[in-house]
C-alpha cells in the first residue's frame, strides 16, 4: 500500500488489536507511525509497497551476567521499541536512515567485515545480511526510515532491538516470515558480535526477538531452551521502573570485559570453558588455590554466577507459581548479589560516581522493605530495575527525578510480542 492509505488505516485504527498488545498508548503510537510514514515518504519518495515493522527494547529480569557463561536467565521485551517504515527497492543496496543518524548506503555485494566500522550501525546491518546469506536465507535490498524510543545507555538494549528489527525486515520481505524467533537472535547476536565488535552472550537478542517475560537456558547457546512466562505485574498491584543514573558509559568497557576474563580463567582451572560447566562441589573445594592464582575478586565473581544461575530459574518457577512474594525477595537477592560478589554497581576506575549504588540506596529506603531494586543490565553505569507499587508510584518518580533529574524514571510495561510486522 502506499502513503496515503497506510496513514488511513493508522487513522482509521485498523491496527489497533496489535497496539493494544505492544503499547500503554495507543494514541501516541499511533501518531508516532503516521509521523514515521511522512518522513519516509520525505527522504525516498511514496511506494505501493510500504510495511511497517516493529522490535522491542528488553528488560533483564534475573540472571545478571550469566548468559556469557552459558547460564539460565529470565528476560523481558519491553513497550520501547524500534520501528521501521520500510520498502523493497528491488535493488543490491540498501539505504536506511535512523532518527537523529546520518543516511546509511550499503551494496549488498560486499558483505565483508570492515574494521572501520566497528561499533558503527552499517556494520549491523552488513553482518546481519551476511548470516541471512550464510544461513540459506533470501535477501534483497530496501529503503527504510527508523525510529526507535529504546533508551540509549538504559540497559534496555536498543543495539539488539535494532539487530532484530533488521532480522525481522529481513524475514518478512524476503523469506514470508517463516524464520523462527531463535534464528533471527542468533543471527542478531552473531553481527553484533563479529560485525560491531562488542563481545555479548545472547540474552539481548533472544528476548527482543522472543518478546514477553521469556525464561532462557543456554547450558547449549546453539540450542537454548525458551520458555515463555505468563505472568501480570499490575495484577499484583506493581509497575516495573527503571531509573536512568545518567552515568558516564565512557571507558567501562575493560570494566565490562574483567567479569568474563576472570569467569573465564575460574572455569579454565577446571579444564572448562564457561563457569556452567564447572561442578560447584569441585569450585568450593578449590578456593583457597583459587584466590592465590586468580585473586579474591574472580572467585567472588564465580560465587555469583553458580547462585545467580539457580536464582534465575527459582524466579521463572515463582512467576509460574503465581509467588511474587517470593519472586521480589529472589530480585532482591539478585541485586544484593551483583553489589557484593559480582561487584558490578560501581567502576573501580571512578570510585567518585557512584550513581547505581545512590539509587539502590534510595530506593530501598523509600520502599522500607516493600517492592524490590536491582542493578539492570550490565552495570557500572546507566540504570537499576525496581518494582515500585502502583500506590507509590508518583511519589518514587518525584523523589527520584528529584535527585537524577526529570524523567530519570521510567515505568516499562512487559510486552508479549517481539521483532513482528504491523502491516501484515
Given at each position: 500500500?502506499?502513503?496515503?492509505?497506510?496513514?488511513?488505516?493508522?487513522?482509521?485504527?485498523?491496527?489497533?488489536?496489535?497496539?493494544?498488545?505492544?503499547?500503554?498508548?495507543?494514541?501516541?503510537?499511533?501518531?508516532?507511525?503516521?509521523?514515521?510514514?511522512?518522513?519516509?515518504?520525505?527522504?525516498?519518495?511514496?511506494?505501493?509497497?510500504?510495511?511497517?515493522f516493529s522490535a522491542p527494547g528488553r528488560?533483564?529480569?534475573?540472571?545478571?551476567?550469566?548468559?556469557?557463561?552459558?547460564?539460565?536467565?529470565?528476560?523481558?521485551?519491553?513497550?520501547?521499541?524500534?520501528?521501521?517504515?520500510?520498502?523493497?527497492?528491488?535493488?543490491?543496496?540498501?539505504?536506511?536512515?535512523?532518527?537523529?543518524?546520518?543516511?546509511?548506503?550499503?551494496?549488498?555485494?560486499?558483505?565483508?567485515?570492515?574494521?572501520?566500522?566497528?561499533?558503527?550501525?552499517?556494520?549491523?546491518?552488513?553482518?546481519?545480511?551476511?548470516?541471512?546469506?550464510?544461513?540459506?536465507?533470501?535477501?534483497?535490498?530496501?529503503?527504510?526510515?527508523?525510529?526507535?524510543?529504546?533508551?540509549?545507555?538504559?540497559?534496555?538494549?536498543?543495539?539488539?532491538?535494532?539487530?532484530?528489527?533488521?532480522?525481522?525486515?529481513?524475514?518478512?520481505?524476503?523469506?514470508?516470515?517463516?524464520?523462527d524467533s531463535v534464528t533471527i537472535a542468533?543471527?542478531?547476536?552473531?553481527?553484533?558480535?563479529?560485525?560491531?565488535?562488542?563481545?555479548?552472550?545472547?540474552?539481548?537478542?533472544?528476548?527482543?526477538?522472543?518478546g514477553g517475560f521469556t525464561a532462557i537456558?543456554?547450558?547449549?547457546?546453539?540450542?537454548?531452551?525458551?520458555?515463555?512466562?505468563?505472568?501480570?505485574?499490575?495484577?499484583?498491584?506493581?509497575?516495573?521502573?527503571?531509573?536512568?543514573?545518567?552515568?558516564?558509559?565512557?571507558?567501562?568497557?575493560?570494566?565490562?570485559?574483567?567479569?568474563?576474563?576472570?569467569?573465564?580463567?575460574?572455569?579454565?582451572?577446571?579444564?572448562?570453558?564457561?563457569?556452567?560447566?564447572?561442578?560447584?562441589?569441585?569450585?568450593?573445594?578449590?578456593?583457597?588455590?583459587?584466590?592465590?592464582?586468580?585473586?579474591?575478586?574472580?572467585?567472588?565473581?564465580?560465587?555469583?554466577?553458580?547462585?545467580?544461575?539457580?536464582?534465575?530459574?527459582?524466579?521463572?518457577?515463582?512467576?509460574?507459581?503465581?509467588?511474587?512474594?517470593?519472586?521480589?525477595?529472589?530480585?532482591?537477592?539478585?541485586?544484593?548479589?551483583?553489589?557484593?560478589?559480582?561487584?558490578?554497581?560501581?567502576?573501580?576506575?571512578?570510585?567518585?560516581?557512584?550513581?547505581?549504588?545512590?539509587?539502590?540506596?534510595?530506593?530501598?529506603?523509600?520502599?522500607?522493605?516493600?517492592?524490590?531494586?536491582?542493578?539492570?543490565?550490565?552495570?557500572?553505569?546507566?540504570?537499576?530495575?525496581?518494582?515500585?507499587?502502583?500506590?507509590?508510584?508518583?511519589?518514587?518518580?518525584?523523589?527520584?527525578?528529584?535527585?537524577?533529574?526529570?524523567?530519570?524514571?521510567?515505568?516499562?510495561?512487559?510486552?508479549?510480542?517481539?521483532?513482528?510486522?504491523?502491516?501484515?
Open positions: 500500500m502506499n502513503a496515503t492509505q497506510l496513514k488511513q488505516q493508522l487513522t482509521d485504527n485498523v491496527y489497533r488489536s496489535i497496539f493494544e498488545r505492544l503499547y500503554q498508548d495507543c494514541v501516541v503510537a499511533k501518531d508516532r507511525y503516521i509521523t514515521a510514514v511522512d518522513r519516509f515518504v520525505g527522504l525516498f519518495g511514496d511506494r505501493d509497497n510500504l510495511r511497517i528488560t533483564e529480569v534475573g540472571g545478571n551476567h550469566t548468559d556469557h557463561q552459558h547460564g539460565r536467565v529470565l528476560a523481558g521485551s519491553v513497550d520501547m521499541d524500534a520501528v521501521a517504515v520500510v520498502s523493497d527497492n528491488h535493488s543490491q543496496y540498501v539505504r536506511l536512515l535512523s532518527e537523529g543518524y546520518d543516511m546509511i548506503e550499503m551494496d549488498l555485494t560486499d558483505l565483508e567485515i570492515h574494521e572501520e566500522e566497528t561499533g558503527r550501525t552499517q556494520s549491523l546491518i552488513r553482518g546481519c545480511y551476511n548470516y541471512f546469506k550464510q544461513a540459506g536465507f533470501a535477501f534483497g535490498g530496501f529503503d527504510a526510515y527508523v525510529t526507535s524510543n529504546v533508551l540509549r545507555g538504559s540497559g534496555l538494549s536498543s543495539s539488539a532491538a535494532f539487530e532484530v528489527l533488521i532480522g525481522s525486515i529481513l524475514n518478512g520481505l524476503f523469506n514470508a516470515g517463516q524464520i542468533k543471527i542478531a547476536q552473531k553481527a553484533e558480535r563479529d560485525y560491531f565488535g562488542k563481545p555479548c552472550g545472547l540474552l539481548d537478542q533472544m528476548a527482543c526477538s522472543q537456558d543456554f547450558f547449549d547457546p546453539n540450542v537454548p531452551v525458551v520458555e515463555k512466562v505468563a505472568f501480570d505485574l499490575t495484577a499484583h498491584g506493581y509497575v516495573m521502573c527503571v531509573v536512568d543514573t545518567h552515568g558516564d558509559h565512557a571507558d567501562l568497557t575493560r570494566d565490562y570485559a574483567d567479569i568474563t576474563v576472570e569467569c573465564r580463567e575460574i572455569s579454565r582451572y577446571f579444564g572448562k570453558d564457561f563457569l556452567r560447566d564447572v561442578k560447584v562441589d569441585d569450585f568450593y573445594a578449590s578456593i583457597a588455590t583459587l584466590r592465590q592464582q586468580f585473586g579474591d575478586r574472580a572467585v567472588l565473581r564465580a560465587i555469583h554466577f553458580f547462585c545467580e544461575d539457580v536464582r534465575a530459574e527459582e524466579e521463572k518457577i515463582a512467576l509460574q507459581q503465581d509467588n511474587f512474594g517470593h519472586f521480589l525477595d529472589l530480585v532482591n537477592e539478585s541485586g544484593d548479589s551483583s553489589y557484593k560478589y559480582l561487584q558490578n554497581v560501581y567502576s573501580n576506575s571512578n570510585v567518585k560516581s557512584q550513581g547505581l549504588s545512590l539509587a539502590l540506596a534510595l530506593t530501598e529506603r523509600f520502599l522500607g522493605g516493600e517492592g524490590a531494586c536491582r542493578v539492570h543490565g550490565g552495570g557500572f553505569a546507566g540504570t537499576i530495575q525496581c518494582y515500585i507499587p502502583i500506590t507509590r508510584l508518583e511519589d518514587y518518580r518525584r523523589m527520584i527525578d528529584g535527585v537524577f533529574g526529570e524523567r530519570s524514571c521510567c515505568v516499562l510495561s512487559i510486552r508479549p510480542v517481539g521483532g513482528c510486522e504491523i502491516t501484515q
